[in-house]
């Protein structure tokens, strides 16, 4: 299976819903609200599934992607889709393995754009949000978006990180957090 993305590119997907990607009109949307803002960037996909969002920020000028993915099979496709879309000047890195369990192997190393889309079903929602705080993952002007179904898991305050909008595309819901400002 593929999947197109920015620039007319095509990279491989997974069959069946175990890494659904994210659609075509959400993915655009996300890059519209992120417009400006992806080229130079870091970029971290956690629960990255074919890397689609990954590969487009590459294809958007990032200077760097990181995937965590737990499926060996969907580590080897991002990996794939990766070294396709890549300039020899910017870099990428696939972890495979438990998303809280490899999140530590990145403590302060910060990134700018961080994009979080674990099973909607999943229990992993807070305890990835809490840990982006815990080992310093966004730098103090980034930015994490969060793809879930607002039926089953509803954006909360995150302490750390400020919620500062939702978009909704259908059952789908893209909702914004940035760093909480410390007042002096």
């Not at 961080?114 to 993952?137: Q, W």
Request: aromatic share 8%.
């Amino acid at each position: 299976m593929s999947l197109r993305i920015y620039g007319n590119r095509t990279i491989k997907t997974l069959p069946g819903q175990d890494t659904r990607p994210t659609a075509s009109r959400v993915r655009q949307a996300l890059f519209n609200v992120w417009q400006g803002s992806i080229a130079g960037c870091r970029w971290l996909d956690l629960c990255a599934g074919s890397g689609a969002m990954g590969a487009e920020a590459l294809c958007r000028g990032a200077a760097e992607a990181v995937a965590i993915e737990l499926s060996p099979l969907a580590c080897r496709v991002i990996r794939e889709n990766w070294e396709r879309v890549s300039q020899p000047d910017q870099k990428f890195h696939v972890i495979r393995g438990n998303v809280l369990q490899q999140m530590d192997r990145l403590r302060n190393q910060p990134f700018e754009r961080i994009y979080v889309d674990p099973p909607y079903d999943s229990e992993l929602y807070m305890p990835v949000l809490t840990g982006i705080v815990r080992f310093g993952l966004l730098t103090p002007m980034g930015e994490v978006a969060v793809e879930h179904n607002p039926d089953i898991w509803q954006a909360i305050e995150v302490p750390g990180l400020n919620l500062i909008r939702e978009k909704r595309y259908g059952t789908t819901q893209l909702t914004f957090y940035t760093p909480e400002t410390v007042s002096a």
